[in-house]
């Protein structure tokens, strides 16, 4: 049974929240995650870091290996469970049909605007990764001139902690690879 472990505040739309919350998995789950990622459209399995993660409307959600799921722009505890017992069906679906779902297949990426990654940014045009803005990092990033690393206080402070994991979140479905 999914449940929820923690709700916080959302840096990226201040009037939602964000969520964290747990699904049961077995313990073979690290090898299904690519079955269950093809099931979800637009979504990406990043092997390294042990997430799948995929956009659903404005809202970015990664699910651990672990069966952790976090969400950003959440609405209420009621929209979080719903999209946790959406993931738990679509878990079971991946087992089901595992034999049927051909990996090799490509799958869409997901477009990412401007202001999706801007989103996810602190806002607050500091100016430390050399940008004057961060809508101008925002840019610079998308068309692969900056590193998301070059925004050092979204790796270095921890209430950045919840953006950040939404960027790399969006980063990765949209078929960004980056080391972090
Ligand atoms: S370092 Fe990050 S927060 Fe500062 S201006 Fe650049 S993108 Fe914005």
New binding site residues.
């Given amino acids: 049974m999914a449940e929820i472990k923690e709700i916080l505040p959302c840096i990226a739309d201040p009037k939602k929240v964000r969520v964290v919350g747990k699904i049961n998995v077995k313990e073979d789950f690290e090898e299904m995650m690519p079955y269950v990622a093809w099931l979800i459209p637009n979504s990406a399995y990043n092997k390294k870091m042990g997430w799948i993660s995929f956009k659903k409307g404005a809202r970015i959600i990664t699910i651990h290996s672990d069966g952790f799921v976090t969400m950003t722009q959440v609405k209420d505890e009621k929209e979080a469970m719903e999209i946790l017992n959406e993931i738990e069906q679509l878990v079971n679906k991946a087992y089901e049909k595992k034999d049927e779902i051909d990996l090799s297949k490509p799958r869409e990426k997901i477009n990412v605007t401007v202001m999706d990654v801007y989103n996810y940014?602190?806002?607050?045009?500091?100016?430390?990764?050399g940008?004057q803005?961060?809508i101008a990092?925002?840019v610079k990033l998308l068309n692969g001139e900056k590193d998301v690393k070059?925004?050092?206080?979204?790796f270095r402070e921890k209430k950045y902690a919840g953006i950040r994991e939404g960027l790399l979140g969006l980063l990765s479905a949209a078929g960004f690879e980056f080391e972090v």
């Fill in positions: 940014l602190p806002k607050t045009n500091c100016k430390e990764c940008e803005t961060c990092f925002a070059d925004c050092k206080p979204l």
